[in-house]
């Protein structure tokens, strides 16, 4: 069974206070790892994916990096907009291409 | 491109009806995937298909049923509501060649009273 365990549940940041969020996977044949951010009333908005352990993937503010057995979302000097959840997903080659996500960390970044 | 487009957008039930959510992409996309979304839970998956004529179990399929209409259009249905079931239900496709992203709708707000 395809797990995905991401923490903190909730976090929050000062602007301009880096940190980095957690997500930890037990997967059968990792296909891909990705990372969404969901704003309030919306569907998940797709970020990065990350194929093997090393991998590294930026956009603006945001890093992701891989692991064997976990992958982490990097925030530098996070501005209020960057408040979001962020969804950590495995892609398992294993279940027939089964996508299975994490509960999300809620980001909350203070002016 | 509208992408991945879910009807309807707002839906109150009482227990025991039932309903079909709709959901259809225009991305030619081979797989589809049904979730609900509950405080806390994240996202949990319902059903998906890999591929036209192919649909698979997820983790809370009790008390749902799926067709894969065509390539384009996967429904999701109630037979009977229960409390139970309200949630947001969040339709998603992806391209099956390779680890490719997948793509989400708006989302489907439903009350079942």
């Known amino acids: 069974e395809d797990q995905v365990t991401q923490s903190p549940e909730a976090l929050r940041l ?40 090393g991998e590294e993937k930026e956009k603006e503010r945001l890093k992701a990096t891989l692991t ?3 992958s982490f979302l990097h925030i530098t000097a996070p501005k209020p907009e960057d408040s979001a959840t962020y969804l950590c997903a495995v892609l398992s080659g294993g279940s027939n291409y089964k996508l299975t996500f994490g509960k999300g960390t ?3 970044v203070n002016p | 491109n509208a992408g991945v487009t879910q009807t309807p957008k707002f839906q109150v039930l009482k227990t025991g009806q039932s309903m079909t959510l709709q959901c259809a992409q225009d991305m030619n996309h081979n797989s589809m995937y049904w979730y609900r979304q509950d ?15 192919t649909t698979d ?19 999701l249905r109630l037979e009977s509501a229960a409390p139970s079931q309200t949630s947001v239900y969040f339709c998603a496709s992806r391209s099956s060649g390779g680890a490719t992203e997948a793509f989400f709708g708006q989302g489907t707000r439903l009350t079942v009273v």
Do not use: H
């Open chain 2, 57 to 75: 179990k997820g983790e809370v399929p009790n008390g749902y049923n799926v067709s894969r209409l065509n390539k384009r259009e996967f429904s």
């Open chain 2, 39 to 53: 405080p806390g839970m994240g996202l949990r998956l319902i059903y998906y298909s890999a591929s036209e004529g």
């Open chain 1, 14 to 53: 000062q602007e301009g206070e880096s940190s980095s969020l957690n997500c930890s996977y037990t997967v059968s044949g990792l296909r891909g790892l990705f990372w969404y951010r969901q704003d309030p009333g919306k569907g998940p908005e797709f970020l990065f994916t990350l194929y093997s352990a």
């Open chain 1, 68 to 70: 064997k057995k976990e």
């Open chain 1, 106 to 108: 809620l980001l909350t």
